[in-house]
T-cell receptor, first 110, second 114 residues
Framework: GQQVMQIPQYQHVQEGEDFTTYCNSS?????IQWYKQRPGGHPVFLIQ?????EVKKQKRLTFQFGEAKKNSSLHITATQTTDVGTYFC??????????FGGGTRVLVKP | DGGITQSPKYLFRKEGQNVTLSCEQN?????MYWYRQDPGQGLRLIYY???????QKGDIAEGYSVSREKKESFPLTVTSAQKNPTAFYLC?????????????FGDGTRLSIL
């Protein structure tokens, strides 16, 4: 089946700094979704990428889909305490099934 | 998400007992899903349903059962065959199956063994 790896598993960031988390697949993807889960909460859909090389921005968050559609990245600029949580990428499979990555857990140091 | 209600929020199971987790949605979504999340881990798919009266096994269906008698409801039963049921259970829905739809999640149920 599809394999998805997210790196890093943990990200400790100083408030105000930038960081990037990566999602890598063993197969070419039709699309990729990103979710955020706050501590103690449930995943919330952030964005979906479909096209090769696609870049989408949401305020301080920049999402990119690789040219080969096998990887994706999430870059956060000027990290704030509100960015704390786990960021998951999810790969679309047949029947609208999603395969979730293990997530990147983000901790922000004030 | 306000459109998906999971209950109870916390649930305790005794050895050898079956328990049922409720999931109700008022989003008029066709597809519904159950995921299991262990501490510090990602989400693993247990069962999913693309339409009423139909459901398929996910990646970790053993020890679980579901039904989809109504569009709004997709209850999950954790049977006594599931030897390690302690986890956070998340229900989700999407507008349709087979297309690129985001999934909307409920607040989850935390199940523990007494």
């Amino acid at each position: 089946g599809q394999q998805v790896m997210q790196i890093p598993q943990y990200q400790h960031v100083q408030e105000g700094e930038d960081f990037t988390t990566y999602c890598n697949s063993s197969t070419t993807l039709s699309n990729i979704q990103w979710y955020k889960q706050r501590p103690g909460g449930h995943p919330v859909f952030l964005i979906q990428l479909v096209k090769s090389g696609e870049v989408k921005k949401q305020k301080r968050l920049t999402f990119q889909f690789g040219e080969a559609k096998k990887n994706s990245s999430l870059h956060i600029t000027a990290t704030q305490t509100t960015d704390v949580g786990t960021y998951f990428c999810a790969l679309q499979a047949a029947g609208n099934k999603l395969t979730f990555g293990g997530g990147t857990r983000v901790l922000v140091k004030p | 998400d306000g459109g998906i209600t999971q209950s109870p929020k916390y649930l305790f199971r005794k050895e050898g007992q079956n328990v049922t987790l409720s999931c109700e949605q008022n989003l008029n979504h066709d597809a519904m899903y159950w995921y299991r999340q262990d501490p510090g881990q990602g989400l693993r798919l247990i069962y999913y349903s693309q339409i009423v009266n139909d459901f398929q096994k996910g990646d970790i269906a053993e020890g679980y059962s579901v039904s989809r008698e109504k569009k709004e409801s997709f209850p999950l039963t954790v049977t006594s065959a599931q030897k390690n049921p302690t986890a956070f259970y998340l229900c989700a829905s999407s507008q349709t199956a087979g297309s690129n739809q985001p999934q909307h999640f409920g607040d989850g149920t935390r199940l523990s063994i007494l």
